[in-house]
């Protein structure tokens, strides 16, 4: 994205283009003296562009039901309303996704609690000597 950005100087008026990308950052309370509240009423400054982004790009790609089941297309009857609620949430800080639990193959070994490259070669070994035939095994497939 762009803006456009106007700055006095010793010149006079100097107005440029430069890049820019949207944020999400927390917004302040009060000022630097705690004397002012803000008066915004969302704690976060995401704006409804970025969330209508997001939409378009999840649509570009052809995006799948998320965790709750929802589709595209269920989404969509109401999609004015959906990109509200889910602003309005993000905005208030009040969005909370439904937590995922991740789900490994019981062979996996990188990046794993409790597992170690010592484990996948334990495992490695074991399964050696529990078969008379050989596999050629390239260990930097078990992370």
Not at 67 to 83: H, R, Y
Not at 91 to 96: A, E, K, V
Request: aromatic share 12%.
């Amino acid at each position: 994205m762009a803006r456009v950005v106007s700055v006095s100087g010793k010149g006079g008026m100097v107005t440029r283009v430069e890049r820019w990308s949207p944020t999400i950052e927390q917004r302040a309370r009060a000022n630097q003296r705690w004397e002012e509240p803000v008066s915004e009423a969302k704690p976060y400054g995401i704006p409804k562009q970025l969330v209508w982004d997001a939409y378009r790009w999840v649509k570009a790609n052809g995006g799948a039901a998320g965790v709750d089941g929802e589709s595209l297309t269920m989404f969509e009857q109401d999609l004015k309303g959906n990109l509200y609620k889910i602003w309005n949430r993000m905005s208030s800080g009040t969005y909370f996704p439904p937590q995922v639990e991740p789900v490994f193959h019981p062979d996996s070994y990188g990046y794993r609690p409790g597992r170690s490259a010592h484990d996948a070669l334990a495992m490695t070994r074991q399964r050696c000597w529990a078969a008379d035939w050989v596999i050629d095994l390239d260990i930097k497939g078990f992370f």
